[in-house]
């Protein structure tokens, strides 16, 4: 069956790529982006592979996700599969925010995002939180944005692990026949911008990546895997930190990003 699959961070890299491969199979994909012009050229490199729509929003600005959202609402009557890939590692302008934007792209964006779009992943839809196999426990200060000193690979591995945790948390609150919640590390130092600029190397065939975001959106039978994390370099269903295996520690990652998204108080 022909699916609507949003992928955010579609302009580039892992999102681009699973995009293309996506709409050769005859799905309808929606990719999603921060930049008009390097949209604008996905659009017109995608467009011939099938149908494809794109939407616009700075994931670092709350606002902009939520009118996203709004767009999304208003524009489709359901979303088959929604994949929140759009990610950043490196920043340079990270300390001029009130919270780490790895937190706020990685770990609450997508959350919020995906709260606000839920009526239409409804009915058996799927969400796949693209993580990392780097993961590091949650400052919840940090996350609050109480405290910002966290460095770039320290502020990206607990923004990823926060975002497997509310994954879990979604997965526990929400029936499976309804919609099905999966995290997965693509695969480590896969040659992408983020890679490239992070570590300096070309890195692996960014086609493992894609193909695992492929498989995991349009796999038959999911229910019974909801909450589960996949672990692309060991190629299996596998636990991720500890941390996420509590729900009380899940639940308390989930209460701070609540708290972001509704502008309240940290203290
Ligand atoms: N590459 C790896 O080895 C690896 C390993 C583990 C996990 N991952 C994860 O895989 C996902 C894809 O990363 P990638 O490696 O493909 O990196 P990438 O090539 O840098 O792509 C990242 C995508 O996210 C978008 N993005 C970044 N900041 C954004 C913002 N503020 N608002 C909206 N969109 C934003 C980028 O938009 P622009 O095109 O405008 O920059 C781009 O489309 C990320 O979540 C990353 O953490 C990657």
């Known amino acids: ?115 606000k779009i839920l009526p239409l992943l409804g009915n058996g839809g799927r969400v796949i939180n693209v993580a990392s196999a780097g993961q590091a426990s949650v400052d919840i200060d940090a996350l609050l944005g109480a405290f910002t000193g966290l460095d770039d690979m320290q502020a990206y591995c607990q923004s990823k692990l926060a975002m497997i945790m509310w994954s879990k948390f979604m997965s526990n609150s929400i029936d499976s026949k309804e919609t099905v919640f999966l995290s997965v590390n693509p695969g480590s130092l896969l040659a992408t911008k983020m890679v490239k600029i992070a570590f300096g190397i070309k890195g692996k065939d960014v086609n493992i990546g894609a193909n695992v975001l492929v498989h995991l959106a349009i796999q038959e039978k999911s229910q019974n895997i909801s909450g589960k994390y996949y672990c692309n370099d060991s190629k299996q269903f596998t636990s991720p930190h500890q941390d996420a295996l509590n729900p009380k520690n899940c639940s308390n990652v989930v209460k701070a990003i609540d708290t972001v998204i509704s502008g309240g108080n940290y203290t």
């Open 1 to 115: 069956m022909k699916k609507i699959i949003l992928i955010t961070g579609a302009t580039d890299g892992i999102g681009l790529e699973a995009s293309k491969k996506l709409l050769m199979k005859d799905h309808h994909v929606v990719i999603h982006g921060k930049d008009a012009k390097k949209l604008q050229n996905c659009i017109f490199l995608l467009s011939k592979f099938g149908t494809v729509d794109s939407l616009i929003s700075d994931l670092s600005d709350l606002n902009s996700v939520r009118s996203l959202a709004s767009k999304i609402l208003k524009n489709y009557s359901r979303i088959d599969v929604l994949i929140n890939n759009a990610g950043v590692l490196k920043t340079t302008h990270s300390e001029k925010k009130r919270i780490d934007i790895r937190f706020v792209v990685n770990t609450i964006a997508p959350y919020l995002l995906t709260k």
